[in-house]
């Protein structure tokens, strides 16, 4: 069992940043973000294999960032240019099953989560 703690979210003006951080009890070959707002469904972010291989949503792709610190067993997404549809709840999820590139942002294929951490921007 591993648990996720994030943190790091907050209110902040269009066109502001953030730094997320998830720090995990132990360590996950897969990790990634994840993000909800009311009535929509929980869509990927940004994830990251082991090997540091990263993968992006289209819509956040050179505005975010996502990277871990094995050492640390900490998952970071450093957001930049935020626009109030960025508003949402932020999770961080993990999973050591094996999983290809491209699923990396499936919710589905992750067995752990935090309990989100709630990012509002403002226009």
């Known amino acids: 069992q591993v648990q996720l703690v994030e943190s790091g979210g907050g209110s902040v003006q269009a066109g502001g940043s953030l730094r997320l951080s998830c720090v995990a009890s132990?360590?996950?070959?897969?990790m990634g973000w994840f993000r909800q707002s009311p009535g929509k469904e929980r869509e990927g972010v940004g994830g990251v294999a082991g090997n540091g291989q990263p993968r992006y949503a289209d819509s956040v792709k050179g505005q975010f960032t996502v990277s871990r610190d094995n050492a640390k067993n900490t998952l970071y997404l450093q957001m930049n240019s935020l626009k109030p549809e960025d508003s949402a709840m932020y999770y961080c999820?993990?999973?050591?099953?094996?999983?290809?590139?491209?699923?990396?942002?499936?919710?589905?294929?992750?067995?752990?989560w935090g309990q989100g951490t709630q990012v509002t921007v403002s226009s």
């Open positions: 999820a993990a999973t050591n099953r094996v999983l290809g590139w491209r699923s990396l942002l499936l919710a589905s294929q992750y067995n752990y």
């Open positions: 132990g360590y996950s070959y897969n």
